[in-house]
């Protein structure tokens, strides 16, 4: 028996999975927590679990490819590619485009060559799902020179998650994929909404960055660019602190000053007033995308609901789908499997 091993890193969480690579049947899994480290020791932290990893897999020659989840490919990587030492020096240079997930990637990709050189490494990129994006979509109402010249462009993220829920809700409709309508939207730390027509992504929320669009867990989303002025000049902070307060203390944190989801959620149960007013910027934000992609779309088939928070707890769809604008729209749940997305990917490479 041969296997695939997934590793899908985050800035908070390591998961692996490994998959019969015949029939891709799921043999064993896990999710290792990734504490805050500072940056200069993310290499160790995450060899470190690589190894732990190994030792709980055991049997480890038999694994022969390893995947990745890689979120950001830039101009670089536009398709599934096989990753090398060679490529490394690359795959560095866009780091700075998706900070809180490609420098863990990354680290993912060099514990598998270090720890096990003789088996090949493939990247699958979150961006690769939305290279079709038409040329009016994806530039921005910038000056020109800014997409010829340095490839400024609305790239869109979580594109694996998206393409195995629309494939799963597809096989749920009974309808053949190039056929089908669908808003899919993926909830979880980050967040995003898909326009997805004839086989493809038409419109995504995220943009050049996993920043853009909706409010999410601790990222602003959508923002007047005359706020980051203001905070600029208010604190007398330089860009990059203004980038990590936009990164990572904003969203339904910044304003519920809770950390966890579920207790934002627990919060508004207690009526605790930030926690209110958190969870319906929240949904309102969501509500005005999928309204926005209606538009787009016309008549779909159905608004899917993936990711961790959007196949969670059923009061946060509940409280997105109230808009009348949705009455008699189907609605699907489709559990997040990321893993088995990239395994599909890899198999016959």
């Given at each position: 028996?041969?296997?695939?091993?997934?590793?899908?890193?985050?800035?908070?969480?390591?998961?692996?999975?490994?998959?019969?690579?015949?029939?891709?049947?799921?043999?064993?899994?896990?999710?290792?927590?990734?504490?805050?480290?500072?940056?200069?020791?993310?290499?160790?932290?995450?060899?470190?679990?690589?190894?732990?990893?190994?030792?709980?897999?055991?049997?480890?020659?038999?694994?022969?490819?390893?995947?990745?989840?890689?979120?950001?490919?830039?101009?670089?990587?536009?398709?599934?590619?096989?990753?090398?030492?060679?490529?490394?020096?690359?795959?560095?240079?866009?780091?700075?485009?998706?900070?809180?997930?490609?420098?863990?990637?990354?680290?993912?990709?060099?514990?598998?060559?270090?720890?096990?050189?003789?088996?090949?490494?493939?990247?699958?990129?979150?961006?690769?799902?939305?290279?079709?994006?038409?040329?009016?979509?994806?530039?921005?109402?910038?000056?020109?020179?800014?997409?010829?010249?340095?490839?400024?462009?609305?790239?869109?993220?979580?594109?694996?998650?998206?393409?195995?829920?629309?494939?799963?809700?597809?096989?749920?409709?009974?309808?053949?994929?190039?056929?089908?309508?669908?808003?899919?939207?993926?909830?979880?730390?980050?967040?995003?909404?898909?326009?997805?027509?004839?086989?493809?992504?038409?419109?995504?929320?995220?943009?050049?960055?996993?920043?853009?669009?909706?409010?999410m867990q601790t990222r602003s989303g959508?923002?007047?660019?005359?706020?980051?002025?203001?905070?600029?000049?208010?604190?007398?902070?330089?860009?990059?602190?203004?980038?990590?307060?936009?990164?990572?203390?904003?969203?339904?944190?910044?304003?519920?000053?809770?950390?966890?989801?579920?207790?934002?959620?627990?919060?508004?149960?207690?009526?605790?007033?930030?926690?209110?007013?958190?969870?319906?910027?929240?949904?309102?934000?969501?509500?005005?995308?999928?309204?926005?992609?209606?538009?787009?779309?016309?008549?779909?088939?159905?608004?899917?609901?993936?990711g961790k928070i959007g196949a969670g707890?059923?009061?946060?769809?509940?409280?997105?789908?109230?808009?009348?604008?949705?009455?008699?729209?189907?609605?699907?749940?489709?559990?997040?499997?990321?893993?088995?997305?990239?395994a599909q990917e890899i198999k016959s490479?």
């Amino acid at each position: 028996m041969n296997n695939i091993l997934i590793l899908n890193l985050g800035s908070t969480s390591f998961k692996y999975e490994l998959f019969d690579l015949l029939n891709l049947k799921s043999l064993q899994k896990g999710n290792f927590e990734i504490k805050q480290v500072e940056f200069n020791k993310t290499q160790d932290k995450i060899d470190k679990i690589f190894r732990g990893i190994l030792r709980e897999i055991g049997q480890i020659d038999k694994i022969k490819k390893i995947g990745h989840r890689v979120v950001h490919g830039g101009n670089i990587f536009l398709n599934t590619k096989e990753i090398k030492e060679v490529d490394l020096n690359e795959l560095e240079k866009i780091n700075n485009l998706a900070p809180l997930h490609n420098p863990f990637n990354l680290a993912g990709i060099k514990s598998a060559i270090k720890y096990l050189p003789n088996v090949k490494n493939f990247a699958v990129f979150d961006t690769t799902f939305f290279q079709d994006l038409a040329k009016y979509v994806k530039v921005y109402p910038i000056p020109y020179e800014y997409y010829e010249k340095y490839g400024i462009k609305k790239f869109g993220f979580h594109g694996i998650s998206h393409k195995y829920a629309i494939e799963k809700a597809t096989e749920k409709l009974n309808k053949k994929i190039n056929k089908v309508k669908i808003i899919s939207v993926h909830l979880g730390g980050g967040c995003s909404i898909t326009a997805f027509e004839n086989g493809k992504a038409v419109e995504t929320s995220m943009g050049f960055t996993p920043m853009e669009g909706l409010m999410m867990q601790t990222r602003s989303g959508d923002i007047d660019i005359g706020v980051v002025k203001e905070i600029l000049f208010q604190n007398d902070n330089n860009i990059k602190e203004v980038y990590r307060i936009l990164n990572q203390e904003s969203g339904l944190k910044g304003i519920s000053q809770k950390d966890n989801y579920l207790d934002v959620l627990e919060g508004v149960k207690n009526k605790n007033q930030k926690c209110q007013l958190a969870f319906q910027m929240f949904v309102l934000k969501i509500q005005k995308y999928i309204g926005a992609y209606l538009a787009i779309l016309g008549k779909v088939d159905a608004i899917i609901f993936t990711g961790k928070i959007g196949a969670g707890k059923i009061e946060t769809r509940k409280a997105i789908l109230k808009s009348n604008l949705f009455k008699g729209i189907k609605s699907l749940v489709i559990e997040p499997w990321e893993e088995l997305e990239i395994a599909q990917e890899i198999k016959s490479k």
